[in-house]
């Protein structure tokens, strides 16, 4: 559909990726072996672009609670 690409042109790149990371490990099945080797990285790295975005989210979510 034509808004899904209007909306995938405002993304950052960093989105882009943590999205297509997201469909890969989900077509998977959530087999993050399989997944870090279809994207070409090795499952170390994977896991730490995983943690970041669990990171990223708690500091999103405690600026959300502050500003209450």
Partial sequence: PLAAVTDERSLSLAEM???HIL???ETAGGNLTAAARR?????GTLHRKMQRWQGQAAR???HEQRSY
């Fill in 17 to 19: 990726e943590r999205r």
């Fill in 23 to 25: 469909r890969v490990i």
């Fill in 39 to 43: 994207l070409g990285m090795n499952r």
């Fill in 60 to 62: 999103v979510g405690a």
